[in-house]
């Protein structure tokens, strides 16, 4: 599975919107970018996935450029609930045997 | 997610005693994973099931085993526990092929164990 890279913590306000970049330079053909978010004493929960361009859906939006080389979780005008961990993952989520493999993540901290 | 059950949800034991964590799930998954998280510090993972009578070892199944009884139960034990087994231990389901969100992991509440 592909290496990620992610900023270990990040800060923003109440109504703002933040982006959470990953970095994943050795990602594979079949390999699809997935997003879980996980809250203090919680297991994670999953939030996005892609393969390329944009996908979008109720709670976030996930870029990925034509290289695939990167991601970027976006979060449209977060609210405090929103501070969490933010796990970045890689992998052929289409393949039988896959496995998820986490890094330490992103701590996003919302301030009111 | 409540269709994942998992219990004791805190237990303090000592070092040398044996423990069973237990995971049981409503979702008909086939798939049962069992994780750690030390503080500050992403999932690692122990075994997973893909099936029940399919068991396989992850990063780190030293000092652990596991036992899926049913579709529905998968229980971590700790042979001879060791304080730096001290952790949060996580339980996870996940179905495959069945279409929508291939290999998307639902978790369970968490047990935090602790070992003096």
């Known amino acids: 599975l592909a290496k990620t890279t992610q900023p270990i913590s990040m800060d923003s306000y109440e109504g703002q919107e933040v982006n959470i970049t990953c970095s994943h330079n050795n990602i594979a053909t079949n390999d699809y970018i997935t997003w879980y978010q996980q809250f203090p004493s919680q297991g994670p929960r999953f939030i996005i996935q892609?393969?390329?361009t944009k996908v979008t859906n109720e709670v976030a939006s996930l870029f990925i450029p034509a290289d695939r080389k990167s991601s970027t979780l976006s979060l449209p005008r977060v609210s405090l609930s929103d501070t969490a961990v933010y796990y970045c993952?890689?992998?052929?989520?289409?393949?039988?045997?896959?496995?998820?493999?986490f890094g330490s993540g992103t701590r996003l901290l919302v301030r009111p | 997610d409540a269709d994942v059950t998992q219990t004791p949800r805190n237990r303090i034991t000592k070092t040398g005693k044996r423990i069973m964590l237990e995971c049981s799930q409503t979702?008909?998954?086939?798939?049962m994973y069992w994780y750690r998280q030390d503080p500050g510090l992403g999932l690692r993972l122990i075994y997973y099931s893909f099936d029940v009578k399919d068991i396989n070892k992850g990063e780190i199944s030293d000092g652990y085993s596991v036992s899926r009884q049913a579709q529905a139960k998968f229980s971590l034990s700790l042979e001879s526990a060791i304080p730096n087994q001290t952790a949060l231990y996580f339980c996870a389901t996940s179905d495959w092929g069945a279409g929508g969100r291939d290999n998307e992991q639902f978790f369970g509440p968490g047990t935090r164990l602790t070992v003096l």
């Open positions: 979702k008909g998954h086939d798939r």
């Open positions: 993952l890689v992998g052929d989520s289409k393949d039988s045997s896959y496995k998820l493999i």
């Open positions: 892609g393969y390329k």
